[in-house]
T-cell receptor, first 113, second 114 residues
Framework: GDSVTQMEGPVTLSEEAFLTINCTYTATGYPSLFWYVQYPGEGLQLLLK?????DKGSNKGFEATYRKETTSFHLEKGSVQVSDSAVYFCALSDSTGFQKLVFGTGTRLLVSP | EPEVTQTPSHQVTQMGQEVILRCVPISNHLYFYWYRQILGQKVEFLVS????????KSEIFDDQFSVERPDGSNFTLKIRSTKLEDSAMYFC????????????FGPGTRLTVT
């Protein structure tokens, strides 16, 4: 079945450092890809999405590009802030059926001042 | 901005008891989902619901689980006889028409089974 693999965390960075969180996927068909963020004690918030190959999703300084040839959707941000500390989940939904989300294991990001 | 709400935020129950977790999806949405997240683990799909019936369910969603949309606004998840391993955060999500890919999540209900 479909699956998502994320890099293990935690990722520890200093403020203003460059962030990359790797995500690769396995899917039949043409999935849509998402990054969700979970701040401490809160639910899941959609951070960005891409629905077809070569699409770039972006929001709040975060970016990810849907790479079909490498089945990847890596999350990047040029300069992280302390407030970005959270758990980041990569997810896919298939293009058929009722589009359930399949999540990766999540990567915890810790940003220190 | 419309949002998905869930009640209660935290439920403590004894093993073997029935629990009902409640969700109010965004009002014009048509597709509804339950997911769960065991502490420290990934978010897992449980069930999707459309047009008043289950459209897809995972292996986790066995006969102990059921879902209902009793009144056109609430969407409930019932666990008939809770087990210790049902302790998790349960998230409700909803989505509007078929062309939209985004699922909007509620804040979750933390279920603790003792």
């Amino acid at each position: 079945g479909d699956s998502v693999t994320q890099m293990e965390g935690p990722v520890t960075l200093s403020e203003e450092a460059f962030l990359t969180i790797n995500c690769t996927y396995t899917a039949t068909g043409y999935p849509s890809l998402f990054w969700y963020v979970q701040y401490p004690g809160e639910g899941l918030q959609l951070l960005l999405k891409a629905t077809k190959a070569d699409d770039k999703g972006s929001n709040k300084g975060f970016e990810a590009t849907y790479r079909k040839e490498t089945t990847s959707f890596h999350l990047e941000k040029g300069s992280v802030q302390v407030s970005d500390s959270a758990v980041y989940f990569c997810a896919l939904s298939d293009s058929t059926g009722f589009q359930k989300l399949v999540f990766g294991t999540g990567t915890r990001l810790l940003v220190s001042p | 901005e419309p949002e998905v709400t869930q009640t209660p935020s935290h439920q403590v129950t004894q093993m073997g008891q029935e629990v009902i977790l409640r969700c109010v999806p965004i009002s014009n949405h048509l597709y509804f989902y339950w997911y769960r997240q065991i502490l420290g683990q990934k978010v897992e799909f449980l069930v999707s619901f459309y047009n008043n019936e289950i459209s897809e369910k995972s292996e986790i969603f066995d006969d102990q689980f059921s879902v209902e949309r009793p009144d056109g606004s609430n969407f409930t998840l019932k666990i008939r006889s809770t087990k210790l391993e049902d302790s998790a955060m349960y998230f409700c999500a909803s989505r509007d028409r078929a062309a939209t890919y985004e699922q909007y999540f509620g804040p979750g209900t933390r279920l603790t089974v003792t």
